[in-house]
Nanobody, 120 residues
Framework: VQLAESGGGLVQAGGSLRLSCAAS????????MGWYRQAPGKQRELVAG???????TYADSVKGRFTISRDNGKNSVYLGMNSLKPEDTAVYYC???????????????WGQGTQVTVSS
C-alpha cells in the first residue's frame, strides 16, 4: 500500500488549505483513513479520522475548523482546513488502517508527510 499526500504549503493565519491523500496498491477493506500531524519537538497526534461507514473523529483543537472526507471510489481522503492558526504548523501524515482499530494506536500504513506552515 502506498499513500501519496498533496496540498500542503505556506498560508497566513486565518487562511485555508485542503490536503489530499490517494492510496494505491493492495488496499484492504474495510478500512479507515485519517490524518495525523507532528510538530517539531512534539509527538505525532491524530488530527482527524474517518471510518468505512463515514463516522468521523476530530482532535479537540481542530473541531469546527477542519473537515475530513473520503472518496471510496478513488481510495482517497481529504482534509479541509479553515481558520488556520500558527499552532497548526506541522508535517501532516496520511494514514490507512484496518477499520475499527483505535486511532490512539500506531497502526497501518503512512504517507511521507506534507508540510503545513501557518504564519502569524
Amino acid at each position: 500500500v502506498q499513500l501519496a499526500e498533496s496540498g500542503g504549503g505556506l498560508v497566513q493565519a486565518g487562511g485555508s488549505l485542503r490536503l489530499s491523500c490517494a492510496a494505491s496498491g493492495s488496499i484492504f477493506s474495510p478500512n479507515a483513513m485519517g490524518w495525523y500531524r507532528q510538530a517539531p519537538g512534539k509527538q505525532r497526534e491524530l488530527v482527524a479520522g474517518i471510518n468505512s461507514g463515514g463516522s468521523t473523529t476530530y482532535a479537540d483543537s481542530v473541531k469546527g475548523r477542519f473537515t475530513i472526507s473520503r472518496d471510496n471510489g478513488k481510495n482517497s481522503v481529504y482534509l479541509g482546513m479553515n481558520s488556520l492558526k500558527p499552532e497548526d504548523t506541522a508535517v501532516y501524515y496520511c494514514n490507512l488502517r484496518v477499520d475499527y482499530v483505535s486511532w490512539r494506536a500506531v497502526s497501518g500504513y503512512w504517507g511521507q508527510g506534507t508540510q503545513v506552515t501557518v504564519s502569524s
